[in-house]
DNA sequence: TTAGGGTTAG
């Protein structure tokens, strides 16, 4: 900025004004006002001391409020010290100095001071500024009362600084009073009304008294658009948003930088990412909040691409991102994966390092890490934040959670309540609930149920559609009927968790009869329910059933099949033996079959020993997923099944020529709350030894009555004792054994294997069931299986 | 010489 001072050609200063004290004094007034930086003020202080000029309450006052405007507080407090005479507009200044560098409690201290040290009397100005320093309830009221003692309420900024004081601490009821005893209202005081209601979340109560100010002909101005806009997107009404674009365009705001944030934010938040371009694209200057709420807006819309592309913008435009978009950015990333891009973004947010002790950052990022699959990071960097609070909990269970990691959310979930001090809330119950089905925690989910009973949470939609899902998967298809039986049937959640229960049951009758009532009762269906459905009549082998339920998922209730829905028929239809029809379903279909589908083909191949179908299956699903490894393990055993074993080489080669690694195969089993598990052929468990006497017993008492291994279930080419070695050292078998030594006779046995049951540990359950006079439930990566004295529920239908 | 009311969040 140009400065006057330093470019008058005498030498300073020109004699002509050291003579003439008033001149000087407006002179230096002048000077002190066009001072722009630091490095010109401090030779003016000095000068002023230096002629006795900063005796005069004007000056030093200016040379106060210089100092605040370049942000240099501690020269200010000097300056306000050392002032021998301090008028109110002194003490003003001071006030508002302590509030523009944040420091409340200080500027309070100093009114405080004001009042009780000077001769001077507030006069309105003192207000405003005052009361925006009120950071709590007690402390505006009582600023409010002293304000109405000097008379000074009916001042339209007083009264307008008391709404939005009132709003902005959360107190409404006291806002509106004092909005509605305003003698007058200017524009201000409206902005102020409909801002308030906006940011508590009175949407549709801002939309009233918008609609008063519309009616009453009073004209928008900026910051009436910029508080309005913000509620257009939560109410869904975008006929209003669009409107007040007009009126923007009509009357010239919408050059405004704050209005054209607002509208980005309102188009972004209603899903109309163009229109937000758009508004975007016609902004002469961009500021930090444009960036963030584009950025945000492509996020959220999970156009993550255009999201990390606005960010390099972004970062060429030298603005500089701040937290707000560190969040989006981690969002970001989250979705996008672990590919290149989510890697540089990631880098980022590394090298430019966070604030440990903001929340909002540190939850998004254990978010994100959670959402890459890396919980170990994710744990990290909770260990590092400070300051947790309920989400940040959440945030970690959940990550545990969906990684597989289920006995380490449900530690977290205990030690968030007996380390952190923190009450679970329902995003906890429905992050930790799906870990105990996962695993099979039975014990620890009804120890969870309780606890949502005895706070109210069961009735919650969500908690309950979780409790209900756990019970199914927990192998307790009862009580989550029951559980169902009680809970509020108007959302589609709950029928999907109960049908889709059923259905792994292999009560497929029951899913059908539930899916009647539910249309009944006027509850609409959507795609999900559908998935469940069909893989109710999968199970079940209700073919028919299901071929009718695909036609009428489409004509009746007009929803489109995806590929899961396709991947159900291509298992309904292969694993019945129709492998034709299942084939010729996949060449009809109007989108590429994906994985599943073609897996579904390959697994009813298998079953049905169909090698050359099989391979034709296999070929597809090495091209569109080569990285997972369970489709090379089902062609192998289909191979080694047919006793080929040159294929079995082939595949096995194919596998290791692509760094593929077998997934371990691990089952778990539930015993006095505690969750264990077992690796096939794992030695590691303490008590190795004894399971293996164990199981040995077991194996003779079997033979005994009439069991034959069935060594095709071994797909190593091996001598045949070590083929008995090999299965009974099956994952699901160990944990068997370990449930019978640890469980007093009688009690049922839960077991939860991670891949599919093979199928003579099926067979030899069936005799362990009988042996023992144990119910035995197995809950395999497909589907349950229900062991009751010899026979399984599942018919040997799987 | 000093004043109120505006956009983005896990």
């Keep these: 900025m140009h400065n006057g001072f330093f470019k008058l050609p005498s030498p300073f200063p020109p004699p002509r004004l050291l003579y003439h004290a008033a001149h000087m004094v407006v002179d230096f007034g002048l000077r002190l006002l066009s001072c722009a930086t630091l490095r010109l003020a401090r030779p003016l202080h000095a000068l002023l001391l230096v002629s006795g000029r900063f005796d005069n309450v004007f000056l030093s006052t200016k040379l106060l409020n210089l100092y605040s405007r370049l942000g240099d507080l501690p020269s200010a407090a000097l300056t306000f010290r050392h002032a021998p005479t301090k008028s109110v507009i002194t003490w003003n200044s001071m006030i508002a100095c302590y509030v523009h560098h944040g420091l409340l409690p200080d500027a309070l201290t100093c009114f405080h001071r004001f009042l009780l040290t000077s001769s001077a009397r507030p006069d309105p100005f003192t207000f405003p500024v ?47 009073k004092a909005f509605e005893e305003m003698p007058y209202k200017d524009q201000g005081s409206w902005n102020a009304m ?28 900026k910051v009436t658009v910029s508080s309005v806009l913000p509620v257009c997107a939560p109410l869904d009404n975008l006929l209003l948003g669009a409107a007040i674009h007009v009126y923007c365009i009509k009357h010239g705001l919408d050059s405004d930088l704050f209005v054209s944030n607002a509208f980005i934010d309102m188009y972004a938040k209603s899903g109309r990412l163009e229109e937000a371009q758009k508004v975007f694209d016609g902004m002469a200057d961009m500021d930090l909040v444009t960036w963030n709420s584009i950025i945000s807006g492509y996020e959220q819309a999970g156009e993550v691409s255009s999201a990390l592309k606005l960010f390099d913008g972004m970062k060429e435009s030298g603005v500089r991102p701040d937290r707000l978009t560190i ?92 380390r952190g001090g923190i009450a679970p809330i329902q995003g906890t119950l429905a992050s930790v609930l799906p870990a105990c089905a996962h695993v099979g925690a039975l014990q620890q989910g009804m120890k969870i149920h309780g606890r949502a009973v005895r706070t109210g949470l069961q009735s919650d939609v969500f908690v309950a559609t979780c409790l209900i899902d756990m019970y199914a998967k927990c192998g307790r298809p009862e009580e989550a009927t029951h559980l ?11 029928w999907n968790a109960i049908i889709a229960g059923l259905g792994v049951h292999g009560h497929g009758q029951r899913a059908v009869s539930l899916f009647s009532e539910m249309q009944e009762e006027g509850v609409k269906p959507d795609q999900v329910t559908f998935v469940s459905l069909l893989s109710a009549c999968s199970h079940a082998g209700l073919v028919d059933h299901g ?5 009428q998922m489409q004509t009746v209730h007009g929803l489109s099949p995806c590929g899961k829905h396709y991947a159900c028929m291509v298992d309904l239809l292969g694993r019945a033996g129709r492998l034709d029809a299942a084939y010729e379903l996949i060449a009809t279909m109007p989108v590429k079959p994906d994985s599943g589908v073609w897996g579904a083909l390959l697994g009813a191949c298998r079953i049905h020993g169909n090698v050359e179908l099989g391979k034709l299956a296999s070929s597809h699903l090495f091209e569109i997923d080569a990285e997972n490894v369970g489709y090379y393990v089902l062609l192998s055993n289909m191979y080694a099944k047919a006793g080929e074993w040159d294929g079995v080489d ?149």
């Design 130 to 176: 005052t009361i925006k320093a009120c950071w709590d309830l007690d402390w505006g009221k009582r600023i409010h009362s002293l304000a109405f003692r000097f008379g000074f309420v009916w001042n339209v900024f007083v009264s307008a600084s008391l709404v939005h004081m009132y709003s902005r601490l959360g107190s409404i009821d006291d806002a509106r």
């Design 484 to 494: 169902f039986e009680q809970v509020p049937r108007r959302h589609t959640g709950p």
């Design 327 to 418: 969040v989006s950015l981690a969002s970001a990333v989250a979705q996008c994966g672990d590919d290149r891009t989510g890697r540089t973004v990631h880098g980022y947010i590394l090298r430019r390092g966070w604030d440990s002790r903001d929340i909002f950052v540190g939850n998004a990022i254990v978010d994100m890490y959670g959402k890459l699959s890396k919980a170990e990071a994710a744990r990290e960097v909770f260990d590092r934040m400070p300051v947790k609070d309920v989400i940040t909990w959440n945030t970690l269970i959940t990550s545990y959670s969906q990684n597989g990691l289920a006995n380490e959310a449900i530690e977290m979930y205990e030690s968030m309540q007996s």
């Design 547 to 551: 071929r009718r339920c695909f036609e």
């Design 650 to 798: 082939e595949v096995r080669s194919l596998a290791r020529h692509r760094r593929l690694q077998k997934t371990p195969g691990w089952s778990s089993v539930e015993v006095n709350k505690k969750v264990t598990v077992f690796f096939t052929g794992g030695q590691s468990h303490p008590r190795y030894e004894e399971i293996q006497g164990e199981l040995r017993a077991l194996l003779a008492k079997m033979k005994s009555i009439g069991y034959v291994p069935d060594y095709s279930f071994v797909l190593q080419d091996v001598e045949e004792d070590e083929k008995e070695h090999i299965l009974s050292s099956h994952s699901e078998r160990l944990a068997i054994a370990f449930g019978i030594m640890s469980t007093s006779p009688g009690t049922p046995i839960r077991i939860y294997k991670n891949l599919r049951v093979c199928g003579d540990c099926h067979n030899a359950t069936k005799f362990i069931s009988k042996i023992t006079a144990r119910e035995i439930v197995v809950r395999d990566s497909n589907r349950f299986h229900h062991f009751r004295d010899g026979e399984c529920s599942c018919g040997d239908y799987w």
């Design 194 to 221: 409909l801002s308030g209601l906006c940011q508590n979340g009175k949407a549709a109560e801002a939309a009233e008294v918008f609609k008063e100010m519309m009616i009453l002909g009073l004209p928008m101005d």
